[in-house]
């Protein structure tokens, strides 16, 4: 029996007549069963785009940006690999928020074209649509990492207080909560609580074979690659470029380099989503009486 590296084992090993291991692995969502991906309808749309709008994000900041329902937008890498933390809410209302855990549970541990950015109960519901990603090509690599997680966090600078005894100001968290501050006119204190679990966009991450600890990469993400989003409710995004630059090194420091991130903003042309409307929130009728 392999002892994990970073556990110790105290309980006998069953005999080996015991099955408990042996089991098939299910995969737990019946995701066939999700509204699916029409590639036709965003491509249709894609043919007649307008920008609108856009956003830089300064390097060890945060940026804030809007995204009508039934336009798109994109995060671009400018100028070096760079890692992008993204929050996403209800523009209309903060208490709907990208549902990181979900997201990972319904699609996988790192998101590509076709996955959904979903919303936190009760609403639960389609936020937004991956429909194009110029890393698509990574996949999965010979140490099963892959690009674009929904399994870390994000960087903050209170476990970053608890490992190094430093306090840090420039960790994807505090620029989060910055940049929703900043969006809506909040203080940092009512900014704080609505920053929640990201997608962390260009990260290359995974874990450990041995251990199963979460790891990091430098990111295969270079100037002019970028993921694009189709906004499938209205959109209140922020952005944080991660003080870990391309995460190949270190993070929550000032010793990595880092580059901006763009995000742009576009309208596709009247009368080019045929069909489509927003997404609308969950079904269930309520009330968890027993
Ligand atoms: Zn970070």
Request: charged content about 25%.
């Amino acid at each position: 029996m392999t002892k994990l590296a970073s556990r110790s084992i105290s309980t006998d090993v069953p005999a080996p007549s015991d099955d408990r291991r042996s089991k098939n692995p299910i995969v737990c969502y019946e995701v066939d069963h999700l509204p699916a991906f029409d590639a036709e309808l965003y491509q249709q749309a894609k043919e007649s785009l307008e920008k609108v709008d856009e956003v830089v994000v300064p390097p060890r900041d945060g940026g804030h940006f809007h995204v009508p329902a039934g336009h798109f937008f994109r995060i671009v890498s400018v100028e070096g690999p760079q890692v992008g933390d993204l929050n996403l809410w209800n523009a209309n209302d903060l208490n709907e928020r990208f549902f990181s855990g979900k997201t990972r549970q319904l699609h996988a541990s790192h998101l590509s074209t076709g996955d959904r950015l979903w919303s936190n109960m009760p609403y639960l519901r389609p936020m937004a649509t991956i429909t194009q990603d110029t890393l698509d090509w990574y996949g999965w690599d010979e140490d099963g990492a892959g690009v674009h997680d929904v399994i870390g966090t994000r960087c903050d600078p209170y476990t970053n207080h608890m490992l190094k005894n430093v306090d840090y100001n420039h960790c994807c968290h505090s620029n989060l909560t910055r940049a929703l501050a900043d969006a809506r006119g909040l203080s940092l204190d009512g900014a704080e609580p609505h920053v929640h679990d990201v997608m962390n966009v260009f990260m290359c991450t995974g874990f450990t074979r041995d251990t199963h600890q979460y790891f990091m990469k430098a990111s295969p993400v270079r100037p002019g690659d970028f993921i694009e989003f189709f906004a499938e409710i209205d959109l209140l995004g922020a952005l944080s470029t991660c003080p870990g630059g391309d995460c190949g090194s270190s993070h929550s420091d000032d010793k990595t380099p880092c580059y901006p991130l763009l995000v742009e903003i576009f309208k596709p042309a009247d009368g080019s989503l045929k069909g489509w409307s927003p997404a609308k929130r969950s079904g269930y009728a309520g009330g968890h009486k027993a």
